[in-house]
């Protein structure tokens, strides 16, 4: 059975305080008893006030390192987004400048350099799949009178509507660039020998009978000399792209507005 | 006592004048050591703060930022937070050129928690 301590404690202060026991010999033990159990209590409880006490400080404590990791936490965040934007920005710029690097900022046509990426690709792929490459290598005629007569913001125009002319004649057929000045080189894929002079032919006829109109006052008509070459075993591009070069000089000794194949 | 650092390709220009108060850093900010040169920086900025009672402002025309530079200027930016809390005059001012609007929205992420006055201006 369980003891009322309460019921006890009572009886026992009311049996301290009787007058009758004063001399009992079981008296001044129990007292002390009484005593020792007071001071008992009195440790308990301060031991409780300290084991509360620290529990509330590491209340605090946990709440503010929580409090400073949620803020490292933000910050973490942030640099993560800042450092992604950043990163975004260099790539968009990379593939501008990529761009920039590879396009011909007059005509918008691939540039030489990308020209010769393409070259390289499509010489392998004839190398390896023995698949068919023509190369022609196609020349304004007498462009120089065109910017010293008119100026070279017509000359720009000229060339801008020739490379027009160009890139829509070749097509799927093929890939075409600005070479450089009022050259332009025209990879032709997949075609034999005879279908590239056709497409060419076709392609100077074209040229030489538009009319370039570039104000109410000035309408210009160009021919162009073409040099052709066509891949062969142990050929290396160099060896390629010479012989249309060969081509195209030789195309212009022969009186311009024609097509050599070399 | 002032702090002078030119610029390279990879870190910024660097000056603060003691006397004017003023902080200026400008260019790319990549270096390998970001951390050792930003803490002559978040030092000088903390010496003015406890030091002097004039404003303090920062002319900041920085471009790309490495990760390690982004965390820096933002302890920089955190520690003119608490002097502005604590009543200080402080403000930043961020320039970008017309042509790199890019840099604008960048300033932008920075400036965001930031309740000190904070200017995003075009040169």
Not at chain 2, 15 to 28: E, F, I, K, N, Q
Not at chain 2, 100 to 123: G, M, Q, T, W
Request: aromatic share 10%; proline share 2%.
């Amino acid at each position: 059975m369980k003891t009322d301590s309460y019921e006890l404690e009572t009886r026992i202060e009311s049996l301290l305080k009787d007058d009758q026991y004063l001399d009992h010999p079981l008296r001044e033990a129990l007292s002390e008893l009484w005593e020792l159990n007071h001071q008992q209590w009195q440790r308990v409880e301060k031991i409780t006030q300290l084991s509360d006490s620290y529990q509330s400080m590491m209340m605090r404590r946990e709440r503010s390192l929580s409090e400073r990791f949620n803020k490292q936490l933000r910050q973490l965040e942030k640099i993560t987004r800042i450092s992604d934007m950043y990163q975004k920005n260099l790539h968009e710029m990379n593939l501008e400048l990529e761009k920039t690097s590879l396009e011909d900022p007059l005509t918008g046509l691939p540039n030489r350099r990308m020209i010769m990426r393409h070259l390289e690709g499509e010489f392998d792929r004839a190398l390896l799949n023995s698949q068919q490459l023509g190369v022609a290598m196609v020349d304004v005629d007498y462009f120089k009178n065109v910017n010293d007569d008119y100026g070279h913001q017509v000359g720009d125009e000229v060339l801008i509507s020739l490379s027009q002319i160009i890139s829509s004649h070749v097509g799927e057929y093929g890939f075409c660039g600005r070479w450089g000045g009022e050259e332009f080189l025209i990879l032709i894929l997949d075609s034999n020998k005879d279908q590239v002079i056709q497409y060419m032919s076709e392609l100077r006829e074209k040229i030489a009978l538009s009319k370039i109109d570039l104000s109410p006052t000035i309408m210009i008509q160009l021919s162009v000399s073409i040099g052709l070459s066509f891949f062969m075993e142990g050929d290396s591009s160099d060896v390629l792209l010479g012989r249309a070069d060969k081509g195209l000089y030789q195309a212009k000794k022969e009186g311009r507005n024609n097509i050599v194949f070399n | 006592m002032n702090l002078m650092l030119n610029a390279t390709q990879s870190t910024p220009a660097i000056s603060a004048d003691w006397d004017s108060g003023v902080l200026s850093m400008s260019g790319d900010s990549y270096p390998e050591n970001a951390f050792e040169m930003y803490a002559d920086v978040i030092k000088w900025v903390e010496d003015f703060l406890s030091n002097k009672e004039s404003p303090l402002s920062l002319e900041l025309s920085l471009l790309y930022l490495n990760t390690s530079s982004i965390k820096s200027v933002m302890d920089v930016f955190d520690l003119i937070e608490d002097a502005f809390q604590n009543g200080r005059e402080v403000s930043v001012r961020w320039y970008y050129e017309e042509s790199n609007e890019r840099v604008s929205e960048l300033a932008e992420e920075f400036k965001e928690d930031c309740s000190f006055p904070f200017h995003i201006l075009e040169k």
